[in-house]
């Protein structure tokens, strides 16, 4: 299966800006969608970013919208979540996620990164 490593988390004040990234080991899934998501402790696990293959659609949450960027590399293995004008309500483990074939079917995001933990300040 394909693996999924997270990085870029971190602690940062409010107002603040942290890029995510996530690279795959392999290529199997580099056609299908890519997507973020986060929990925090007590909380349900929330779908906040996905992108198409191509990187033509996109889904923000509105959670997000306006703050939140997803883009992708596929020559890289790579998907990336440019995080600006983070709030204190943004702390959460992030996690990436694939194997969708269409962004917003969030029930068939099947590989999953170990996640990576931010934390916003006030």
């Known amino acids: 299966q394909v693996q999924l490593v997270e990085s870029g988390g971190g602690l940062v004040q409010a107002g603040g800006s942290l890029r995510l990234s996530c690279t795959q080991s392999k290529r199997t899934f580099s056609s299908y969608a890519m997507g973020w998501f986060r929990q925090a402790p007590g909380k349900e696990r929330e779908f906040i970013a996905g992108i198409s293959w191509c990187g033509a659609s996109t889904y923000y949450a509105d959670s997000v919208k306006g703050r939140f960027t997803i883009s992708r590399d596929n020559a890289k293995n790579a998907v990336y979540l440019q995080m600006n004008s983070l709030k204190p309500e943004d702390t959460a483990v992030y996690y990436c996620?694939?194997?969708?074939?269409?962004?917003?079917?969030?029930?068939?995001?099947?590989?999953w990164g170990q996640g990576t933990q931010v934390t916003v300040s006030s």
């Open positions: 996620a694939t194997g969708a074939q269409v962004v917003t079917r969030t029930l068939d995001y099947d590989q």
